[in-house]
């Protein structure tokens, strides 16, 4: 319907100098009146910039070779106005359905890490962004490819006065053991308070040496690590790993691994039939014959609602959860088995006493 006539003409008439009333207060910036603010303006509107979150959602059932990408719990204190996603590295070019879309399909993924980016936009023109990593096991050529498959172990808290860690490269495909001999392995410093130094781990044997090395002279703050590995001819595959260093009087001489994931025994590999978590340790948590265990405690937190618990060493066998020692890597089984558990995350935490 036309304003004019909807509206009767002494009402347009107020209206009208209503604006111009409020328009000489926007405008006038030598004009003296009275009122809650003391400079000539009103309060500047404070407005923020979006975060992004990528999420990976590995619960979406998608064909062979494609994955479900999405940035759903991203957030801005007024609107987000578009949603850009672009591939950062992987062993192929992926295919990303709706580069504009909140929610994407990635499709073409050989097996690999992918890592992707996220750039949300709001309406004032602020951005955030954030990237997500995507681990290929099940791609296009699935068993048969060629690309090496990094892992630069679980993120780890450290707190003093342990001032070192090793960073344990070792759960990567392939591995030192395994490796082609022109195979390049490297540790990089991406972040760090202080200047941390990197040497060879002491006491391994040359394959360990390959993908393990020790970071050292660590003050309190965040840490971030690569591990790189280049196959030439191929290509070069990259992961990161965050090591934060705390001085927590309560919890001295702490070695924390995160986000641990329960797995499933195979029976023709060991001799139980249990559910288990797995990491590599600190080689200097057992003698140089690699064969006896520190005094160490066991600490686990099962899942992300639970409260550390004391896991006893194996030889108590009535516990809910026991612990035993490989060299270099500490096994946490459940008594009885728990299938339940498998696939879901948890921490565990090493104590030298």
């Known amino acids: 319907m036309n304003f004019f006539l909807k509206y009767p003409p002494f009402f347009v008439a107020i209206m009208a100098i209503t604006f111009v009333s409020c328009s000489k207060i926007e405008i006038c910036g030598d004009c003296d009146f009275t009122g809650p603010y003391t400079a000539n303006y009103p309060a500047p509107f404070t407005t923020y910039a979006p975060i992004a979150i990528a999420f990976y ?72 962004k954030d990237s997500v990593r995507v681990t290929v096991v099940d791609g296009l050529n699935a068993g048969n490819s060629p690309w090496p498959v990094v892992d630069a172990g679980p993120d780890q808290t450290i707190t003093l006065p342990l001032d070192s860690t090793y960073l344990a490269g070792n759960g990567s495909i392939p591995n030192g053991f395994t490796a082609p001999a022109n195979t390049i392995f490297r540790w990089t410093i991406i972040a760090a308070p202080v200047q941390p130094v990197l040497n060879p781990a002491p006491r391994l044997s040359p394959e360990l040496t390959k993908t393990t090395v020790v970071a050292s002279r660590l003050v309190p703050g965040v840490y971030l690590f690569t591990f790189t590995i280049t196959e030439p001819g191929i290509g070069s595959v990259t992961d990161t790993v965050q090591v934060t260093v705390l001085d927590d009087p309560q919890n001295r001489n702490t070695i924390t691994y995160h986000n641990l994931v329960w797995e499933k025994a195979n029976p023709s590999v060991a001799s139980w039939l249990t559910t288990f978590l797995a990491t590599p340790l600190r080689p200097d948590l057992w003698d140089p014959a690699g064969v006896h265990r520190k005094n160490l405690d066991f600490f686990l937190k099962p899942n992300a609602l639970s409260t550390w618990i004391v896991v006893p060493f194996k030889t108590n066998v009535n516990a809910l959860y026991v612990w035993f020692g490989l060299p270099y890597t500490g096994l946490i089984i459940t008594n009885p088995d728990n299938p339940l558990l498998v696939g879901t995350k948890a921490d565990m935490r090493i104590k030298i006493l």
């Open 57 to 128: 959602d590995s619960l979406s059932n998608q064909p062979i070779g494609s994955k479900l990408l999405t940035g759903k719990y991203s957030a801005d204190d007024d609107t987000i106005v578009s949603y850009a996603w672009g591939q950062i590295d992987g062993p192929s070019i992926a295919h990303i359905t709706a580069p504009g879309s909140m929610e994407t399909i990635v499709s073409n993924l050989l097996n690999g890490i992918y890592s992707f980016e996220l750039i949300v936009t709001d309406k004032v023109g602020l951005t955030g």
